[in-house]
């Protein structure tokens, strides 16, 4: 459960790395030139384009869009509740609805225009930096992969939770460049926020549990 998870030390170094990523790769595209490295990730992915691989991208695509990601984290907080788990369902819906709002105020401060869509993609409205896909699906799948995991499980079938989620965002993340709305900086931040920002619910969430216990002991 997400309660049970805080490491201070393992989880401040992670942020710590997350913030220098993210750093970089802001520094990296803040002029109008686009990186090597953007031209290149791009060039290196459409190598590998064939119409089936292209209908699973567009596929992975919808399923990191809100029409998948907002009823189904729905639906998701609702069954938690029904669990008696209001408070893993809150946090649940911190993080990925604080997630997607975070996602459109940096968009509006790096004001990063996208690159051209492949395949006929419509091009989406709002601006490139970080991508939004990677940033929520990033909460989504991994918050939602340490709610479902019990200690007391086997370690096999842990891991294959956590393969799974990781497994979908990166995939989610993909898609966004093999479909060209999105250049590989704007993925990678993307994920580096996600980081960020779930570090900060749970260091939020462990304070808070502290002063709690505290408040019992009196």
Request: charged residues 15%.
């Amino acid at each position: 459960m997400i309660r049970s998870k805080f490491h201070p030390t393992r989880d401040a170094a992670i942020a710590v790395g997350a913030v220098l990523l993210f750093a970089w790769l802001a520094q990296m595209t803040s002029s109008s030139a686009i990186p090597g490295f953007d031209t290149a990730g791009r060039a290196a992915v459409h190598a590998y384009a064939h119409p089936n691989l292209t209908l699973a991208m567009k596929a992975a695509s919808v399923v990191g869009s809100g029409w998948v990601l907002w009823p189904a984290g729905a639906m998701i907080v609702a069954a938690l509740a029904l669990a008696g788990r209001v408070r893993d369902g809150a946090l649940f819906a911190l993080a990925v609805v604080g997630a997607n709002l975070v996602d459109e105020a940096v968009k509006m401060f790096f004001h990063r225009t996208r690159p051209e869509p492949w395949f006929g993609y419509p091009l989406p409205r709002t601006y490139s930096f970080p991508s939004g896909h990677a940033f929520v699906s990033f909460c989504f799948f991994l918050c939602l992969a340490e709610i479902l995991i019990r200690d007391e499980w086997p370690k096999a079938h842990k891991l294959a939770i956590w393969f799974a989620a990781v497994l979908c965002t990166f995939t989610i993340g993909l898609s966004r460049v093999y479909l060209g709305v999105h250049y590989p900086t704007d993925v990678l931040a993307g994920y580096a926020a996600a980081i960020m920002w779930t570090t900060l619910i749970r260091a939020a969430h462990h304070v808070w549990q502290g002063q709690e216990g505290r408040a019992v002991v009196r």
